[in-house]
Nanobody, 126 residues
Framework: VQLQASGGGLVQAGGSLRLSCAASGSSLRYYKIYWFRQTPGKEREAVSC????????YYADSVKGRFTGTRDNAKNTVYLQLNSLKPEDSAVYYC????????????????????WGKGTLVTVSS
């Protein structure tokens, strides 16, 4: 499985961005795509989970109501819409997955991921 994340950038507080995670290399129909974020000196934390089939999702409390995960199965791509961004949302965002089936969140520690995309930097200015 290969993952490619994109869509980061610089935005003012209150603004929006849309991140993309394009997956290839395997049938992902029953997989879950996670978004994590990491700031210097801190562990990677999970912010969302979107299953590639069905409606199962998960959001961390810190982003609930502001971030929304969607998918395009034809493109094997999961999107993370980031709205009402705050400076504390600034981080490198990574998408990850493993071969677990089942609903979100499942095993959600970053150590449980088997595949990672390269990070995309989100910077929110105040």
């Amino acid at each position: 499985v290969q993952l490619q994340a994109s869509g980061g950038g610089l935005v003012q507080a209150g603004g929006s961005l849309r991140l993309s995670c394009a997956a290839s290399g395997s049938s992902l129909r029953y997989y879950k795509i996670y978004w994590f974020r990491q700031t210097p000196g801190k562990e990677r934390e999970a912010v969302s989970c979107t299953r590639m089939s069905g409606s199962s999702t998960y959001y961390a409390d810190s982003v609930k109501g502001r971030f929304t995960g969607t998918r395009d199965n034809a493109k094997n791509t999961v999107y993370l819409q980031l709205n009402s961004l705050k400076p504390e949302d600034s981080a490198v965002y990574y998408c990850g997955t493993n071969e677990e089936t089942g609903g979100c969140p499942g095993a959600i520690d970053y150590k449980d991921m088997e595949y990672w995309g390269k990070g995309t930097l989100v910077t929110v200015s105040s």
